[in-house]
């Protein structure tokens, strides 16, 4: 029998990219996001080229009640979740002091806050298998602060890395794996406007091999490998001038 991954913020990006990998090779899909036509489309384009099934429901991370029912539904749909990925997120965010907190404030809790509702649900739901694969999907940006607009984004992304530790800790004697994944500078409709960076690859590639990445069901995965596994490492331990030069 197939087994299942539900995928938040799939309606576009490396969501929908991931979909799309998983899909090809025969998993069976439970994708959310807000935008319903997306995931519809979506929907449509993977049952037909793969002959899996995929459950498409509307979900707003940020409504906390919602995330428990939508997850519980897919359960339900499905029988079993064999792998959930934390990817639903936000890559906005202003200078701090500038007078947009109400900016920077939605970003930690779009990617803080909601992924801790999404891995309480996830969890709760694999405690009670006895099994399942929880993914969370952190940034490079999670190394170190960062200046700029990336100040709220990193330390929501270095938080997030942090709570998927702690899942692994505490589940760490049980048949359920918790890896926490690392993506580099990959170019997707989120950040579309930015100026290129460097080592920037494109969101099939960045899709192709975080879905790699993740089949293996790792502790900590940096995407791509090249050049980031070196570079998490430097940017732990560069002055921070030299990371500045990074963002």
Same mark, same amino acid.
């Given at each position: 029998m197939a087994k299942t991954i539900l995928i938040t913020g799939a309606s576009s990006g490396l969501g929908a990219g991931m979909a799309r990998e998983f899909a090809q090779k025969g998993y069976n899909l439970a994708i959310c996001a807000r935008r319903m036509e997306r995931l519809e489309a979506l929907k449509q384009e993977?049952? +037909?080229?793969?002959?899996? &099934?995929?459950?498409?429901?509307?979900?707003?991370?940020?409504?906390?009640? &919602?995330?428990f029912e939508v997850f519980k539904a897919f359960q339900h749909?499905?029988? =079993?979740?064999?792998?959930?990925?934390?990817?639903?997120?936000?890559?906005?965010?202003r200078r701090i002091g500038k007078g947009n907190f109400e900016i920077n404030r939605a970003t930690a809790e779009?990617?803080?806050? +909601?992924?801790?509702? &999404?891995?309480?649900a996830a969890v709760e739901i694999f405690r009670a298998q006895n099994s399942g694969h929880l993914v969370v999907i952190s940034s490079m940006s999670a190394m170190r602060g960062l200046p700029k607009h990336?100040?709220?984004?990193?330390?929501?992304?270095?938080?997030?890395?942090?709570?998927?530790?702690?899942?692994?800790?505490?589940?760490?004697?049980? *048949?359920?794996?918790?890896?926490?994944?690392? *993506?580099?500078?990959?170019?997707?409709?989120?950040?579309?406007?930015?100026?290129?960076? *460097?080592?920037?690859?494109?969101? =099939?590639?960045g899709s192709h091999l975080l879905a790699e990445a993740i089949e293996k069901a790792p502790v900590k995965a940096y995407v791509p490998k090249w050049p980031w596994l070196p570079m998490g490492i430097a940017m732990k331990?560069?002055?921070?001038?030299?990371?500045?030069?990074l963002s």
């Open positions: 993977l049952e +037909s080229q793969y002959g899996i &099934q995929v459950i498409a429901k509307t979900l707003d991370v940020t409504n906390y009640d &919602q995330v749909d499905f029988g =079993k979740l064999d792998r959930i990925i934390v990817n639903a997120g936000v890559g906005q965010g779009t990617n803080f806050i +909601s992924a801790l509702a &999404q891995c309480e990336l100040s709220t984004y990193a330390a929501s992304k270095a938080a997030v890395a942090h709570l998927a530790e702690g899942i692994r800790a505490e589940l760490i004697d049980t *048949p359920i794996k918790v890896s926490t994944i690392f *993506p580099g500078y990959i170019r997707t409709e989120l950040n579309e406007g930015a100026k290129k960076l *460097p080592f920037e690859v494109d969101e =099939k590639t331990i560069l002055p921070l001038k030299l990371v500045n030069k």
